[in-house]
Structure formats: structure tokens, C-alpha cells
């Protein structure tokens, strides 16, 4: 029977969406859950991603420093895909340091706040050490996990909980290329290595439903409804996404990486449509090299590859905004916002 308490290994890439659902997952420290269930954050682990793993762990440490819990732990992780990429990402949506390079962030001592061990030894040892209540939520490339796998194997697959992954696509429509979403791109050999490896199925939130949910949480409401809120966190998520989002138009407000730990913390409110699959990912496509490929035919014996276990739980669909708004406006301290109805 699965333990009732959960230990997270929180794995990411600051950015903006990462550092709401790394808010939401701490702010859940204080609940209890359905089914009695309780999570506490044992680790926070950094990727290179949407900035550098430095910027990233950088980032981490001032989300943690603006929540006032510099107690959660910090540990550095990988800075290079598995496969050097050959291509250049230079979009940087989230600016060159990952919060946009709006300044004047709270002021970190790296030296003594960061944990010396690496991250990837650090999600092994807190599997180890706590068999099969540790849930990893990955909301960058898969890197530091893949690695993870490769260097311990078995004696770490069979002792994690539930694995979490924001990425992928179900439609083939990317954000980063025209086939490919941006966390399995920026590293397609760990997110095959994850999804072959794991002896259980992952639960993943592929990017399309992040875009095409019927959500009614808008820009607006995000930055002069909850913007409004005097926290040091607020101030400067909302700098930061103002400066981001304002300058190109956007008019909804979207947040995969929190969208992935609501999922994670009321599965029953935020999911509406879950589907079992067995999946991959294309590695040597010239158009389609880190897309997610969904086996679309299984049970059918089309040919060698139909027939392999299911590996993939994916959510094909979220609920409405009203509940993510709800649990968004509590992560944001937004006074009233009633979390217990999610809980009960």
C-alpha cells in the first residue's frame, strides 16, 4: 500500500512556471490532502533548461529566500543535455538568467546555501533512503533523471514512488520547433532514456493541453488581481512575468509547470481526461527529433513494436480554469481563496 506521505523531489529549470509550482508544492506542506495524503518538498534539484543550471539554481534560492524557506534544500544538477545539441536555442523566452533580467532580486550566498551534493546523487539517495514514498515532479528537461537511471539502474527504479514530467506532445505540435515541446527537445536521449527505463508508468502533462484548455485565467487577472498581493513573492513573479508576457501580447495566462503540480496535488479537481499509452520519443527525425510518439494502435499487431507495456499515463485533458484560478490565487496568498474544497 502506497505511504500516505509523500516526499517530492522537485526538479526544475526558474522560469516563471517552475517557480509557481515550486510556491503551490511548499504552500502544501500545510494540507491534508484527499485520502489523508501529505507532501513535504525533500529536495529541489536544478537542470539547465529555460536558463543555465547556475541562473537555475540562482533562481531557486531567490524563490526560496522571497517564501521565506531557506530551509528546503538546493542541489545543483546537470548543464548539458546527454547528446550535445547541435543547435542553438535563442529564443530565450525567460530572458538569459530565467527570470527575465528584470534585476534587483533578493540576495543569495551561494556558497552556503546550495547543497555540495550533486543533484543527481542526491535524487538516489533520498530514493534510497526512503523506499517508495519519494515522488519526483520534473518540470525541466529530464536530464538529471535520465542520468539518474543510467547510473544507478534498477537499484533506483525500484525504489522511487510516482514520476511526474511536464513535456511532451500528444498532437506533434511544439513550442520550440514545429514537432517538438521544449523540455524533451532540449534533451530527446534522457526523455527516451526515462520513458524506456521506468518499471512503472509515468504520469506526463503533455504541452497541449497547457494551451488549449478551456482556461479563463487571464494575463489581467494574473497581474492586477494576484499581482496585487503584497508578498515578496508576488512582487517579483509579477515584475517578471509583466516584463515577459505584457510586451508580446499574450492574453491568457499560462503556467505548465503549475498546471503539472495542481495535477499532482488534487488529481480529482484538475484532471478531466487521463489515457493510458505506451510511448517514445523520435531521436533521429530531420523534422521531428524530440517529439513525443504515442502508440495510437496498441493491441493491434501491426508490426514489432505494438505490444509493449504501457508506460505513459498521459492527461489528454485539464478541467476548467476555475480550479487551477482557485488553487493558483491560494499559492499567491490571494485572501479567500478556498483551498479546503479541494482537500475534503
Not at 522560469?15 to 518538498?41: F, H, I
Request: charged fraction near 25%.
Amino acid at each position: 500500500m502506497e505511504k500516505k506521505h509523500r516526499l517530492v523531489v522537485y526538479d526544475c529549470d526558474i522560469g516563471t512556471d517552475d517557480a509557481w509550482g515550486l510556491a503551490m508544492m511548499l504552500r502544501a506542506e500545510e494540507l491534508t490532502l484527499r485520502e489523508g495524503r501529505t507532501c513535504k518538498v525533500g529536495a529541489i534539484t536544478t537542470v539547465h533548461g529555460n536558463t543555465d543550471a547556475d541562473n537555475g539554481t540562482l533562481n531557486a534560492l531567490r524563490v526560496l529566500h522571497t517564501l521565506n524557506r531557506r530551509d528546503v534544500p538546493v542541489f545543483r544538477g546537470c548543464y548539458e543535455s546527454i547528446v550535445p545539441r547541435t543547435w542553438e536555442y535563442t529564443n530565450c523566452f525567460h530572458g538569459q538568467d530565467g527570470l527575465n533580467d528584470v534585476g534587483n532580486y533578493p540576495v543569495v550566498d551561494v556558497e552556503q546555501e546550495l547543497q555540495p551534493e550533486h543533484a543527481v546523487n542526491a535524487m538516489y539517495r533520498l530514493a534510497r533512503d526512503n523506499p517508495g514514498q519519494v515522488d519526483f515532479l520534473l518540470c525541466g528537461p529530464l536530464t538529471n533523471f535520465a542520468n539518474c537511471i543510467n547510473l544507478y539502474g534498477n537499484s533506483f527504479l525500484t525504489k522511487i514512488g510516482r514520476v511526474y514530467i511536464m513535456g511532451g506532445n500528444i498532437f506533434g505540435k511544439g513550442n520550440v520547433t514545429k514537432s517538438a515541446e521544449f523540455n524533451f527537445m532540449m534533451d530527446p536521449e534522457a526523455a527516451h532514456i526515462t520513458l524506456e527505463r521506468l518499471l512503472e508508468p509515468a504520469i506526463i502533462l503533455p504541452w497541449e493541453p497547457c494551451i488549449d484548455g478551456e482556461f479563463d485565467t487571464t494575463l489581467d487577472w494574473r497581474l492586477n488581481v494576484l499581482g496585487a498581493v503584497d508578498h515578496p513573492f508576488i512582487e517579483l513573479l509579477t515584475r517578471v512575468e509583466r516584463s515577459m508576457l505584457e510586451p508580446r501580447g499574450f492574453v491568457k495566462w499560462i503556467s505548465c509547470d503549475s498546471l503539472l503540480t495542481a495535477a499532482y496535488l488534487f488529481p480529482d479537481a484538475m484532471i478531466a481526461e487521463q489515457r493510458k499509452y505506451y510511448a517514445t520519443v523520435e531521436l533521429s527525425g530531420n523534422h521531428t527529433r524530440g517529439q513525443m510518439v504515442l502508440d495510437h494502435l496498441r493491441g493491434r499487431k501491426v508490426d514489432n513494436i505494438h505490444g509493449k507495456k504501457i508506460n505513459v499515463h498521459i492527461i489528454r485533458r485539464l478541467t476548467s480554469g476555475a480550479t487551477f484560478r482557485t488553487i493558483i490565487a491560494w499559492t499567491g496568498f490571494l485572501p479567500n481563496a478556498d483551498i479546503a474544497q479541494l482537500c475534503d
